[in-house]
């Protein structure tokens, strides 16, 4: 069997990341059993509350992607395959830069590849992720913590009513509690320099994960182990607009 931990350990290096609700959590899991909640809340299999790592790097997508176009770079258009770097990349001379090469990327003729800064880091139909982003995952005792159901009505966006018999209920993280979400985003051996500048500048624009956010769930605070990036990979990232 594959160990991912040992597949991790050739990594470049390690974000440790904790995430600190100051509200109430709610990261459904459409038809799981074992609840009263018409969407109960994610856990693990040893009952520990996390959040998915695939909405965490989803999130960290998106937000990479407005900083690099508000610095300049063309970036493509995720997630549909036929708008991203693996199809536009061979037509647009956009992103025919030198520095959207990929290194050992090549079509059969010999032609190179070339992705724009998002999908070298995330990764595209034709090009691997770079990146691995954990689960995070709540390490206080399941047991200690309350089953919190929090009720709701489907409202009739035309009549602006609710709507009969569309009662249900979420469940939540308890309130106020300061829950701390551990976890890492591991950087591979070929990940950009640029990469960790850019996660951690979309980590600041991230104030809340899971359902709900409107109504002030899941709003959390980041704590990061190492802000350090090397002054280069902010001038770098700065001469997007450069041909």
Known sequence: MVQLR???????????????????????????TGSLADKPIIRAA??????????????????CEKLARGLGWP???????????????????????????????????????????MCQIFGNPALPSRIVVDDLVCQVTPDTLPEVLRPGVTINRRRRT???????????????VQLPFEG????????????KALILAALQHIHALGGSKSAGLGWLTWNIDDKTVEASAWEYLAGGNAA
Not at 7 to 29: E, M, P, R, W, Y
Request: proline share 5%.
């Open 46 to 63: 040893d009952g520990h509350l996390l959040i998915p790592g695939s909405q965490l790097k989803g999130r960290l997508r998106h937000e």
């Open 162 to 176: 609710a709507e009969d018999q569309k009662l249900y209920f979420l469940e939540t993280s308890p309130v106020n």
């Open 75 to 117: 970036i493509c258009e995720s997630p549909v395959p036929a708008t991203m770097c693996s199809q536009i990349g061979l037509s647009d001379p956009a992103f025919q830069r030198e520095d959207y090469t990929v290194r050992h990327q090549v079509f059969a003729d010999g032609r190179s590849q070339h992705h724009c800064l």
């Open 184 to 195: 890492h985003i591991h950087l591979e051996l070929d990940c950009p320099d640029y990469a």
């Open 6 to 32: 040992e597949l991790l350990q050739t990594s470049q290096n390690s974000l440790s990341l904790t995430a600190l609700i100051d509200s109430a959590l709610c990261v459904g899991a459409g038809g799981s």
